[in-house]
């Protein structure tokens, strides 16, 4: 049985001869079009369609030295926390014309660091990546390769070069100060073990006063994790009157196994997450959680590399772009 050879792509040659014009017009009429008339790109880009030609990137970013790539890591696409970012990264890059080529550290040092070399070595335009990176050898390689680096999703007094985020710490305080103000002093921490994560129950303890029972689970949190957790810190303390949770996942966890012990939320236990995922208001009963700007992190990471990206100083390179409680249901809020 013979195999049919494969077809070859279209070039911009195939173009021009189907619109019949020269290579160069037909060229213009793809990258710079105002410099043809109007019937020459109508005439170009139904040649286009005819030849299925797609334009080589990599070929005119040697010439640019532009590359159109960003590339984004997270810890892990599960995470639902990080998703708001990562679609308005893509959605502010793509309108300037840049796409995003995702990776995952899933929480891994040694993983970081493969991951960024990889994207390195792709000379991306930009780098934006969820969570400080600890490597130093990394970051000195960032730095060396001249790449903009954008972190989110936390906060830094030396970043590798931009940032936009917040503090967990303060926000561990604040929930704590949360619990305080309502009189709850039998209070659970159930978390994830990633840096961020305890980051925050470091700042709760210390705005608290005091060791409270904790559950700690491997990242990236998830509704069985949660359920586990639950029961893990009622096994360390059965009157336990609020948990706190690093993730809205894991406080969902954890609802659904206080409601198969059959206790009451709030009434018997009280539950507050981190992230305000889009299920969190939706939940029976609805979630309270902290709320960060998801959507305007990734907006600001993305156009803070497209002003590096046109040899644009950035006016604000580290922005805190801060958080607040939503008090719903699972606290008496709702």
Excluded at 19 to 31: D, E
Excluded at 219 to 236: I, K, T, V, Y
Aim: charged share 20%; proline share 6%.
């Amino acid at each position: 049985m013979s195999v049919p050879p494969p077809l070859k792509p279209a070039t911009l040659h195939d173009v021009a001869r189907a619109a019949g014009v020269s290579p160069i017009t037909a060229s213009r009429a793809l990258s710079n079009p105002a410099l043809v008339s109007p019937k020459t790109i109508a005439l170009v880009q139904q040649a286009v369609e005819a030849t299925g030609y797609i334009p080589n990137l990599l070929a005119g970013g040697l010439k640019s030295r532009r590359s159109r790539m960003v590339a984004g890591i997270v810890p892990a696409l599960s995470v639902a926390q990080f998703l708001p970012s990562v679609q308005t990264l893509t959605e502010t890059l793509a309108e300037e014309g840049y796409q995003v080529l995702l990776g995952q550290t899933r929480y891994d040092a040694a993983r970081e660091e493969a991951v960024l070399n990889t994207m390195i070595s792709r000379q991306p335009d930009g780098i934006v990546f969820a969570g400080l990176i600890q490597s130093e050898a990394a970051r000195e390689r960032l730095r060396r390769a001249g790449v903009p680096v954008v972190e989110i999703w936390d906060l830094s007094q030396r970043p590798v070069d931009m940032l936009v985020g917040f503090s967990h710490l303060k926000v561990g305080s604040a929930l704590a100060g949360f619990c305080l103000a309502r009189g709850w002093r039998r209070v659970g921490i159930a978390t994830a073990d990633d840096h961020r994560a305890m980051q925050r129950r470091e700042g709760f303890i210390a705005a608290f006063g005091r060791e409270v029972p904790t559950a700690c689970v491997t990242a990236p949190s998830n509704l069985e994790r949660g359920r586990r957790a639950l029961a893990d810190l009622l096994a360390q303390d059965p009157a336990l009157r609020m948990i706190c949770c690093s993730s809205d996942q894991l406080a969902h966890g954890v609802l659904v196994e206080a409601h198969a012990r059959g206790l009451r939320v709030p009434q018997d236990l009280a539950i507050c997450g981190f992230g305000n995922a889009d299920f969190s208001a939706h939940l029976l009963p609805s979630l309270s959680t902290v709320l960060v700007d998801g959507p305007g992190i990734g907006r600001l990471a993305a156009e803070m590399v497209l002003a590096r990206a046109r040899g644009e100083p950035v006016a604000q390179p580290v922005v805190d772009v801060g958080f607040r409680i939503v008090e719903r249901e699972s606290t008496a809020g709702g």
